[in-house]
């Protein structure tokens, strides 16, 4: 008999499939044993350091993402506040320029009517006295009667200094019209030199027509001529009542006498052409 161990049959079938795991995977083995004997698994650090970096990374991300989600809210809110203090600093602007510009509008108004108050008291005694062409007797209208004007004072006060000056009516002509509607200019033909020194309150007086005025053309009546004065006031302003009605001052009827000059002259060329 052999002193060798018999090795069973059975036992040899259960043993090859284990040999053959090692002689396949001998390092995974070697590694596990090694790890058995030096409790780490080496070969895992740089995949732990990785999977560290990575975490590290991603927590810095996150944190940076929120400090920037923070700053982005915090600017959003004071963008918001500004528009905010924007928009009540536009309404605030827009409620002074209405109150200033209702204030000037007040101002100005009330500039007008101490203007108009003024104008009024100034032009009062002089709205009452009146001047127009027609007869000496008022119920004689033929042409070989007196003609002339009638100054009417019906204001409480005297009025002094009364000059008196007849324009004769100039047509137009042609439908045309001026600014105050009328188709018609007066054109001064002069007067008696010598004023008439009072009128008194709630009088009138009567100046003839001159004869060399009178005579300028055939016809005489109150479709040929219209008067002016010129008088003062009992506060000692001199005042225009001018061939067709409208009160002025004299500085005012300088100017619009030199308008209507240049009106007639202008009116003459064309007539000409």
Known sequence: MSDEPRVQPGCSRRLRPCVLTLL?????????????????????VPTWLL??????????????????SQEVRDQAEQLSLQSQQLADQKRVNDEQVRLMA?????????QDERKRQTTERREAQARQ????????????????????????????LPVFDVRVFFHFVQELGAGRVDARGLSWYPIDRGGPVEPVRVIPPGEKRYVEIPG?????????????YVVAIH???????????????????VS??????????????????SANI
């Open 129 to 156: 006295v009146a001047a127009w062409f027609g007869a000496e007797i008022p119920t004689l209208t033929e042409p070989e009667d007196g003609w002339g004007a009638w100054i009417r004072n019906a204001s409480l």
């Open 102 to 110: 209702l204030q000037e509008q007040e101002l100005r108004a009330a």
């Open 252 to 269: 005012v009827e300088g100017a619009r006498a030199r308008t209507e000059a240049n009106w007639a002259a202008t009116s003459s060329k």
């Open 212 to 224: 060399a005025i009178r005579n300028m053309v055939d016809q005489c009546d109150v479709q040929t």
């Open 231 to 249: 008088f003062t006031d009992a506060a000692g302003i001199r005042w225009v009542r001018d061939g067709r009605g409208e009160l002025l001052d």
């Open 24 to 44: 396949a995977y001998p390092p995974t083995i070697l590694s596990v044993g090694g790890s058995a004997r030096h409790g780490v698994a080496w070969g895992d």
């Open 51 to 68: 999977a560290l970096v990575s975490l590290l990374a991603l927590g810095a991300a996150v944190l940076a993402y929120r400090k920037q």
